[in-house]
């Protein structure tokens, strides 16, 4: 069973930021937090993943609570392309085990209105 | 272009057929997974390879036989399916299942029907 909670869809204007909520309450101390997005019939398309800090890249930012409890993926200017499903996931980072299985829920599916 | 490649994009078969599909990573990984996605349902990991040995098979139908000769392809043989077995089949490489924050590529994934 996924490990995360996300709301069944959202929508945003586009050129605004998309703000992706996650809660994963009973996260364990050595579990990421990963973002992947799927678009309409495509594979699944790694965003990014974080431990403990906050973390940026070119495609999102991801903010992680104090608590780790919950994070959000931030999308800061969303284009049309950005409409998709997207998954958070928590998994162990070192070593394999079935706790370092990428168990995909049900997602977010994202909807960029122009 | 994520580096994986998967054929064929499209497949239908019936229930008494033999197939493969096919999935090759040109990212010098050495780990390959195959996931299902049917419709309206998560992603399901079935299989999993590291350096050409499974390591994880997730109580998958016998109706699936994986294969994976090297680190760069892997099949998924298919024979005698069930209708239900109708989705999306997805490959994914990882550089190695061990490590921290292993990221995996999907391939564009085959939709397979069966009749």
């Known amino acids: 069973d996924a490990k995360t909670t996300q709301p069944t869809s959202m929508d945003c204007a586009e050129g605004r930021a998309a703000n992706l909520p996650c809660n994963h309450s009973?996260?364990?101390?050595?579990?990421?937090v990963y973002w992947y997005r799927q678009i309409h019939s495509q594979g699944p398309q790694y965003i990014i993943h974080g431990l403990k800090n906050n973390e940026t890249n070119e495609m999102a930012s991801l903010i992680i609570t104090e608590d780790r409890k919950s994070s959000t993926l931030i999308l800061p200017h969303a284009t049309l392309r950005d409409t998709a499903v997207y998954y958070c996931?928590?998994?162990?980072?070192?070593?394999?085990?079935?706790?370092?299985?990428?168990?995909f829920g049900s997602g977010t599916r994202l909807s960029i209105r122009p | 272009e994520t580096g994986v490649t998967q054929t064929p994009r499209h497949l239908v078969m019936g229930m008494t057929n033999k197939k493969s599909l096919k999935c090759e990573q040109h990212l010098g990984h050495n780990a390959m997974y195959w996931y299902k996605q049917s419709a309206k349902k998560p992603l399901e990991l079935m299989f999993v390879?590291?350096?050409?040995?499974?390591?994880e098979n997730n109580s998958v139908p016998s109706r699936f036989s994986p294969e994976c000769p090297n680190s760069s392809h892997l099949f998924l043989h298919l024979h005698t399916l069930q209708p239900e077995d109708s989705a999306l089949y997805l490959c994914a490489s990882s550089q190695d299942v061990q490590g921290f924050a292993d990221t995996q590529y999907f391939g564009p994934g085959t939709r397979l029907t069966v009749l």
């Open positions: 009973t996260i364990s101390g050595n579990e990421y």
């Open positions: 390879y590291s350096l050409e040995e499974r390591v």
């Open positions: 996931i928590v998994r162990v980072g070192a070593g394999y085990s079935s706790a370092s299985k990428i168990i």
